[in-house]
Structures are given as C-alpha cells and as structure tokens.
C-alpha cells in the first residue's frame, strides 16, 4: 500500500501566531507532528526543535547499502513549520 501526505497547520483563534510543526519524510514513511506549547514562551522554537532533531536522526542513521547509496527508495524530503 502506497501512502500519500500532505500537512496544514492553522493559527486558531487564541494566539496571533501558529507553534505547530510538522515534518514528513516520505522515504521512511514518517509523519511528525509538534504541537506548539501556547501560552508558554517560545513554544514555536520548541515544536521546530523537536521535528527537525527527530527528522535529522533519520536521515543521519540510514543504513547505506555497499555502492554508498541510502537504503531508501523515495528521494522526496521536507519539512514544514507551521509559521
């Protein structure tokens, strides 16, 4: 089964700006989302933080085969903040 993501964050109706996060890194079929900690400071910083150490740990642990290339077979990445 092939999985198809997209991702959208909304600003909602309490804060002037959006903390949300979110990462989709296709060729490990993996979603993250953050959600941003409103109401406390720098709850944007924090859900960026988390996405894109956890998204980096990804990319820098994937095993390569023996010709140096990624096991993975979808090239596509990205990561999206929510602001």
Same mark, same amino acid.
């Given at each position: 089964?092939?999985?198809?993501?997209?991702?959208?964050?909304?600003?909602?109706?309490?804060?002037?700006?959006?903390?949300?996060?979110?990462?989709?890194?296709?060729?490990?079929?993996?979603?993250?989302?953050?959600?941003?900690?409103?109401?406390?400071?720098?709850?944007?910083?924090?859900? %960026?933080?988390?996405?894109?150490?956890?998204?980096?740990?990804?990319?820098?642990?994937? %095993?390569?085969?023996?010709?140096?290339?990624?096991?993975?077979?979808?090239?596509?990445?990205?990561?999206?903040?929510?602001?």
């Amino acid at each position: 089964m092939r999985a198809i993501a997209s991702g959208m964050t909304d600003v909602g109706l309490q804060r002037d700006h959006n903390e949300d996060s979110y990462a989709v890194l296709s060729e490990y079929d993996l979603f993250i989302v953050a959600d941003g900690m409103g109401g406390h400071r720098a709850g944007d910083v924090a859900s %960026r933080l988390a996405t894109d150490a956890i998204a980096e740990f990804f990319r820098s642990t994937r %095993r390569r085969t023996r010709r140096g290339r990624s096991t993975s077979t979808r090239a596509s990445r990205r990561t999206r903040t929510g602001w």
